[in-house]
């Protein structure tokens, strides 16, 4: 597939020399063939790296039509038809040699449910898979090399110790004597259930072995179901009555900061035989479930591990060397991950759905860790890789750092059902293959010459042929004559014992004196034996009482160890529980951590909102400061002016009354001027006329005009009950026209007890209008009572009151216009006295005199 071109990737800093050099992590792809013949296939191999995957024809159909192919490129593709060996001469067998090599790997398996991971790491009978023929590998590889057991002992913290041949010689005798019976390796019956499974006719071996080292193998196996990690080797004593179910272990980092499963029962083996059935011992412990997708589903992820820890002989070939620098611990994991899927599919419920929600997430961190990687290694950052989110993934976070090999087989199922499933994990594939793991460094050279094992065999051979040669067993007889030979020439010879004559008398005496000398021999001979017999009964005494000496030191020292290694066990085991006790511990300071920093954060959060919402607070505060400022500017500039128009309408009043008071008294002075035979006489308007006053331009004033009574306007509702609402920030209005409702109740905030005795409302709401001047208005409204007992009110209309300024108005009557004499009746009403009692009967809706307005406009009714 033709990606889309990429950001340039970022110089990354150099990190130190053994993370120089990177290798990608290889990915290969595996196509499993379909069930039945008839299936749709949606998977296609184009070439040998390069597979096509096209949606089905439903998927189409629902896609409005759109046919889209995709092309995958992987580091190789094995077609349906490729078998089991080619697949691991190319994935499986670098790293067998790498292991041998010591160094690490990692291969694991990835797909959906049913896509033949567990066959491809497993095989099946007659065809097996890449776990055992890695087994069959490197015992052919290392099988001449072995140790004897228990040379090699691993300890609980991820390394291995060199034992003496005394201690590993005691620890065989311990495990000869349990009451199973342990059959050699070349005689051990293999199970018939998987025997087909490691026949394997191969007889694949890696051609640079270090012959000059000796090996031991040794195997675990684990699960992790539900993101706890269980042993499946784990020998748990059978309680029928109450089962103890099996404890979940836990990862620990040791001291090179690469993580193991602490407690793990690890076996070691010394053939590929031993080591299957311990594989398959624990593979029957493995959780399967029979679901939708897969008869026989993988709850869980499987892991097998193998350690190979190897040391160098000494100088003369002969012992293995103790020095802890000197030994080296490789391991392969084999990695069987559970499949991904979907419940809608699987119809998952129960436990079945838990599991799967287990899987998929650890699945998902799994991709999270890669996408972190890729992305820090492509664009230079500094992300931290979330490792610990899952078990899977922070067991093998070494790996990602540079501690081994990765290889990633990834298995897909080419059926259509599976389509957004593979496209998915062609995705994560795809991905996958962009991360750089760094190469791991060789190990050192121990500095000895090599060739020392087989020059020490060449020597035992030659010395033994030679030794064959000088002191066979026929040798032996010939040299046992030759002493006895020699024993008796060291005998005086025996005279002639023939007597020839009667008369002889010398030949009996000279044999009488050889005899007796012979005698005296032997018995000097006798007592030196004796001597030498008594003195070797002593030695072989005095050997005796110091072997049961020695014995009995030994035994001392045995008992003396035993109870060492008796209080170790206890002081190991109060400190495992110790340490669970602090893990656990530990584990709740990180929920409670977790949570503190989550309170923080929202805490954090709330500030910020709330200073921003103090700050908006204070922006709108000083809007409404200036705001504030400029009306009340505005305002004190209009009081200001109607002040002034108010001290200026005085003055005029003012000097209307002096007019009037004048005219009056010149009125008076006629009267009392004129003759009493002469009638009095109106002063004519027509004189007045003639002789005008200059005035200001202004209503003539009535003299004793009589004060106005307040009216106030009647509700048209006097007969029903209101509550009378007046907020207490209302100003008083000194206006003619006041609102007066009677039977009312007064009250300065609404309630629902004055709405219950009440059918009416009335609001008293005030606001200053675009002139400056304060406009009253009433909002009137029915009280009703609601379903869940309480009162409501619905607004009907709004009746406003505004006072206006009566500068603009002009004056029908004035000095500077007289009116005609006809005219003189009707502007009589120009008078103070008449206008402020026409004003004063006005009705509702006219234009009252001063400039107040009364009117009544209903609300619009909502639909």
Same mark, same amino acid.
């Given at each position: 597939m033709k990606a889309a071109a990429k950001t340039p990737r970022r110089p990354v800093p150099k990190k130190p020399s053994n993370t120089s050099l990177k290798d990608p992590v290889g990915v290969y792809c595996r196509v499993r063939p379909l069930g039945r013949p008839d299936q749709e296939c949606c998977i296609e191999v184009i070439s040998e790296t390069t597979v096509q995957i096209h949606p089905p024809d439903g998927y189409r159909v629902f896609r409005n039509g759109e046919y889209r192919e995709t092309q995958y490129s992987f580091k190789e593709v094995f077609g349906t038809l490729v078998v089991q060996k080619k697949l691991f001469d190319v994935v499986a067998k670098p790293l067998v040699e790498d292991l041998i090599h010591g160094k690490?790997?990692?291969?694991?398996?990835?797909?959906?449910?049913?896509?033949?991971?567990?066959?491809?790491?497993?095989? &099946?009978?007659?065809?097996?898979?890449?776990?055992? %023929?890695?087994?069959?590998?490197?015992?052919?590889?290392?099988?001449?090399?072995? *140790?004897? %057991?228990? @040379?090699?002992?691993?300890?609980?913290?991820?390394?291995?110790?060199?034992?003496?041949? /005394?201690? *590993?010689?005691?620890? %065989?005798?311990?495990?000869?004597?349990?009451?199973?019976?342990?059959?050699?390796?070349?005689?051990?019956?293999?199970?018939? =259930?998987?025997?087909?499974?490691?026949?394997? !006719?191969?007889?694949?071996? /890696?051609?640079?072995?270090? =012959?000059?080292?000796?090996?031991?193998?040794?195997?675990?196996?684990?699960?992790?179901?539900?993101?706890?990690?269980?042993?499946?080797?784990?020998?748990?004593?059978?309680?029928?009555?109450?089962?103890?179910?099996? !404890?979940?272990?836990?990862? %620990? =980092?040791?001291?090179?900061?690469?993580?193991? /499963?602490?407690?793990?029962?690890? @076996? =070691?083996?010394? &053939?590929?035989?031993?080591?299957?059935?311990?594989f398959w011992r624990g593979q029957k412990k493995r959780r399967i479930a029979n679901t939708q997708l897969n008869r026989e589903s993988s709850r869980s992820h499987s892991v097998f591990i193998i350690k190979l820890a190897q040391a160098p002989l000494d100088a003369d070939g002969d012992n293995v060397l103790q020095e802890k620098e000197q030994i080296t611990l490789s391991q392969l994991s084999l990695v069987d991950l559970a499949g991904s899927e979907r419940t809608n599919r699987t119809k998952a419920e129960g436990n079945r759905l838990r599991e799967a929600g287990n899987i998929n997430q650890s699945l998902m961190t799994l991709r999270t860790c890669i996408e972190v990687l890729r992305e820090n290694q492509m664009y230079g950052t500094n992300k931290m890789v979330p490792y610990r989110d899952s078990k899977l993934t922070h067991l093998f976070k070494n790996y990602f750092d540079g501690e081994g090999k990765v290889r990633m087989i990834v298995c897909v199922n080419p059926k259509a059902e599976d389509y957004e499933e593979s496209l998915q994990v062609m995705r994560f594939a795809e991905m996958t293959q962009e991360v750089e793991v760094a190469r791991p460094v060789d190990k050192p050279l121990c500095g000895l010459t090599p060739g020392r094992r087989f020059r020490n065999q060449a020597f035992r051979e030659e010395l033994s042929r030679k030794l064959e040669i000088r002191g066979g067993p026929i040798n032996g007889e010939t040299e046992e004559q030759s002493v006895s030979e020699m024993l008796l020439q060291s005998f005086p010879p025996l005279p002639s014992c023939e007597l020839l004559d009667v008369n002889d008398d010398q030949t009996l005496p000279k044999l009488i004196e050889v005899l007796e000398k012979r005698h005296k021999l032997r018995q000097m001979l006798s007592e030196e034996f004796a001597k030498n017999v008594l003195a070797f009964k002593t030695m072989l005494q005095e050997f005796d009482s110091s072997v049961v000496s020695k014995e009995n030191y030994i035994q001392g020292k045995l008992s003396e160890k035993e109870k060492i290694i008796a209080g170790q066990k206890m002081e190991l085991e109060r400190l495992e529980k110790k340490t669970k006790t602090l893990e656990y511990k530990i584990e709740i300071l990180e929920k409670t951590a977790t949570i503190y920093e989550e309170d923080k954060r929202n805490l954090q959060q709330e500030l910020e909102s709330k200073s921003q919402k103090l700050q908006r607070q204070a922006s709108d505060k000083r809007r409404l400061e200036a705001r504030l400022q400029g009306m009340v500017a505005e305002t004190t500039m209009k009081w200001e002016k109607e002040c002034e128009r108010r001290v200026a309408a005085k003055q005029l009043e003012m000097q209307n009354k002096l007019w009037v008071k004048d005219e009056k008294l010149k009125q008076l002075k006629a009267i009392v001027t004129e003759p009493k035979n002469e009638k009095p006489e109106r002063p004519s308007r027509e004189r007045d006329r003639e002789k005008p006053v200059q005035r200001s331009v202004s209503p003539s004033p009535v003299p004793n005009a009589p004060p106005v009574r307040l009216r106030h306007r009647r509700s048209r509702s006097a007969g029903e009950r209101w509550v009378d609402h007046k907020p207490p920030s209302n100003l008083p209005t000194e206006t003619v026209m006041q609102p007066h409702v009677p039977h009312a109740i007064t009250v300065a905030a609404a309630s629902e007890k004055a709405l219950a005795k009440c059918d009416k409302y009335m609001l008293t709401h005030q606001e200053l209008a675009s002139d400056g001047e304060i406009e009253t208005k009433l909002i009137k409204g029915d009280v009703f009572k609601t379903r869940g007992g309480g009162q409501a009110v619905q607004f009907t209309e709004i009746e406003t009151l505004k006072q206006e300024s009566p500068t603009g108005r002009k004056r029908r009557s004035s000095p500077s216009n007289p009116y005609p004499p006809e005219e003189a009746a009707d502007s009589e009403w120009t008078d103070v006295e008449t206008r402020c009692s026409v004003a004063v009967e006005m009705r509702a809706g006219s234009t009252l005199g001063p400039g107040y307005q009364h009117h009544a406009q209903p609300k619009r009714r909502k639909p």
């Open positions: 690490n790997g990692l291969l694991f398996t990835y797909g959906v449910t049913g896509s033949g991971k567990t066959h491809t790491m497993t095989g &099946s009978p007659g065809d097996g898979g890449l776990l055992p %023929r890695c087994l069959d590998m490197i015992f052919n590889s290392i099988g001449p090399f072995q *140790a004897k %057991r228990f @040379v090699f002992k691993l300890d609980d913290k991820n390394g291995v110790d060199v034992q003496c041949e /005394v201690d *590993a010689l005691l620890e %065989r005798q311990k495990r000869d004597a349990m009451p199973v019976p342990k059959t050699p390796s070349g005689k051990r019956q293999i199970d018939p =259930e998987f025997a087909d499974m490691i026949n394997v !006719q191969d007889h694949c071996k /890696v051609e640079e072995v270090d =012959e000059d080292n000796v090996y031991s193998v040794f195997v675990s196996y684990i699960e992790i179901y539900n993101n706890y990690i269980y042993d499946l080797l784990e020998e748990a004593p059978f309680d029928p009555i109450k089962p103890k179910p099996p !404890q979940s272990k836990t990862l %620990r =980092e040791d001291q090179n900061h690469n993580m193991y /499963v602490t407690g793990c029962t690890e @076996v =070691e083996v010394k &053939s590929t035989e031993e080591a299957f059935e311990v």
